[in-house]
DNA sequence: CGTACAGTTGAATCAAGCC
DNA sequence: TGGCTTGATTCAACTGTAC
């Protein structure tokens, strides 16, 4: 499984495989440019002060863990500030970055994200399902925390399989709002004694949206705050290659077992609804050529407005407007521009049809008999 | 309406006013510590470039106002930093403060607040019933909106109606995620073309459960971006006090003729507005009285530790404690509060079932025949 | 007086490829 | 890098008119 693969004569990129050391070191030593995605799962600079108990007195777990105490805000963003630049170094140039906060970290990411020219694509709310009540009753319950996807660049050509998620989605485009259950029962590591292996281990549910909504499979997915490999244990199941780093030693233990037991899904469960820009372009004139169109037709506009005659080379005529079906339409609209394959109809049967339709049925004929 | 009232010897307080001018100066020329909560909604800085057409080539009309204007991160940094500090400064040493923003300015107020001392309480995020779509299917729809809500400093003993809140949903904690639909429809101002009145108004309903979160009666409440006055309105109907701060001389008017139209609620119709509820409210009576289950049925804990025989008048009775569903669980269980909907099971054909499906199947009735 | 249907709209950092 | 062509893309809620 682990392999190491050359980037472009540069140094080798080591794939699926946990780092142990400081991560800004380990990603300075990184090619740049090499890294299609970075998950990053930060210390949240919680700053707990006293214990806090439950109404029936038991003590919460809360993270107090050395790796989580910042002496100041300006340490985090210290901190802060050099991971993201090592992350941003590594990543390709139509790359993007999730990280994920709570109010107590997030707004200080977001800041440097910004000012460091990353480009903010949404910022996304978990929104859990189950989350832990406030037993104090003085606030609200804290249930969500917060996602920030940015691409490197605002010019970056950034993955999103928009059609994968609206599938996700029961057919309706994904809102930037996602209610998921977080990390308990089975899936939740556990360590000899019992206890939680990991204080803050993220559902894999999150990471598997994440990486089906901004990968492809292939990609090279780094977690600078690798923790116990929810990371790497989605980006197996997936398809992803992926580069852990991970300070401790122990969690890097429990990651790696935790991986080695992951299989990976079939390929067949693996390929994502396509976006309709991939599909084969197919010209308008094409529709005259195979006679599914005749020269001299007339087609007439969705909203039954205007009409226009087809000629020989594919091209429209309306009045004194002449031109493709889209220059066509989008003048007689008036509009800046207008998609003719579903702005002009046809008749046959006595029913009206979008032309769209016979775009498809040459479509499909090129699916079942390529060339 | 209009009144002066001194601040403990200090200078008058402009109650029920709109101030014109820059906010930043008519804050510096309050008195401090005179505050009780300051709510702000300041420009996005949303920096759109191109128009946007919706499919069928309408434009989308966007915010581009000259107020939403801003050279750099650096310059909107400063004005942050400005009317941040100034609203502090004016603040009660037990005063809060609620900001709004979005993905594009919200990362940098967070921050900022944290710089000056501000204490974040949470961050909330406002779930949008009905968003704008993302029309060119690039990134996921942008749903919500997010709010800070912090006190003046970590000491501050803010205000926070745990119980009014917890009765606005449906008797279980009110949760960081708040789903409310947009200002449209009748409530949103129209100008005398028919245009909407300000491009960025805010519902009053989220309003409203800012002020019954977070304020008493009589409370002041100030707003540097005052626009077309949401804020005004819901303090005057709940018996708040406002003090409005707005630049343009068009939102002023629109405001002040819309805060005159208001009547403050009586108390009766505050505690019924107060105790609204999205879903209709089921007594656990009702569950008997129709015989979905009968007096002296025994109800079990959901953890199988006690059990309670149901009354006729929808009481229950376990040992030596008698009450509601909720006042019952609760005592047995030690703990300051409990759902009984949740915590109390009955059984049917051999399987143990919470209470709750049996009001869910009431409330399934209730759409079906209103009434 | 309801119901059905067509039309409108909301804080948006919103295209991609070729020459 | 800039201009031109092609052509991809929408959900929920409210409003007004027709029946």
Redesign the pocket.
């Known amino acids: 499984m682990k392999t190491m693969t050359k980037v472009k004569g540069a140094s080798a990129l080591p794939l699926n495989q946990i780092m142990g050391g400081d991560c800004v070191e380990v990603m300075n030593s990184l090619p740049e440019n090499s890294v299609d995605l970075v998950f990053a799962d930060p210390p949240y600079n919680l700053q707990l002060k006293g214990d806090l108990h439950r109404p029936d007195n038991s003590k919460v777990d809360a993270v107090d863990d050395a790796w989580d105490q910042f002496s100041s805000f300006a340490a985090y963003d210290r901190f802060t500030r050099d991971w993201l630049k090592a992350a941003r170094r590594i990543l390709k140039p139509n790359g993007a970055i999730w990280v994920i906060g709570s109010y107590h970290n997030v707004f200080r990411m977001g800041a440097e994200l910004?000012n460091q020219g990353?480009?903010?694509?949404?910022d996304v709310v978990w929104r859990k399902s189950n989350p832990m009540p406030n037993f104090r009753g003085k606030r609200l319950t804290n249930a969500h925390e917060t996602l920030i996807w940015?691409s490197k660049q605002?010019a970056s050509?950034y993955t999103f399989n928009?059609?994968a998620l609206?599938s996700l989605n029961e057919?309706?485009?994904m809102r930037s709002d996602w209610v998921l259950p977080i990390c308990t029962g089975h899936e939740r590591l556990k360590d000899e004694n019992g206890d939680k292996a990991h204080p803050t281990q993220k559902p894999e549910s999150l990471l598997h949206r994440i990486m089906v909504a901004t990968t492809n499979p292939g990609d090279v997915v780094l977690d600078p705050f690798f923790g116990t490999g929810t990371t790497g244990a989605v980006a197996k199941k997936l398809g992803r290659e992926f580069i852990g780093i991970e300070r401790e030693e122990a969690y890097r233990q429990v990651a790696t077992k935790r991986i080695e037991k992951v299989r990976k899904f079939d390929k067949e469960s693996l390929v994502v609804s396509a976006?309709?820009?991939s599909?084969p372009?197919?010209?308008?004139g094409q529709l005259v050529e195979r006679g599914m169109l005749r020269p001299g037709e007339v087609l007439t506009s969705l909203?039954q407005r205007y009409s226009a005659k087809v000629r020989a080379d594919g091209t429209l005529v309306a009045n004194d407007v002449k031109?493709?079906?889209?220059?066509v339409g989008?003048a007689l609209e008036g509009a800046?521009?207008?998609?003719?394959?579903?702005y002009w109809c046809f008749k046959r049967e006595g029913k009206t049809v979008p032309i769209?339709l016979l775009?498809q049925q040459i479509r499909a004929e090129m699916t079942e008999r390529p060339n």
Chains 1, 2 share one sequence.
């Not at 372009?281 to 308008?284: G, K, L």
């Not at 031109?323 to 220059?327: F, L, M, R, T």
């Not at 800046?336 to 579903?342: A, D, Q, V």
């Open positions: 910004q990353f480009w903010i694509l949404n940015a605002e050509k928009y059609e609206k057919g309706v485009q976006s309709k820009r599909e372009r197919v010209p308008f909203n031109g493709s079906i889209h220059q989008a800046p521009s207008c998609n003719g394959w579903t769209d775009r």
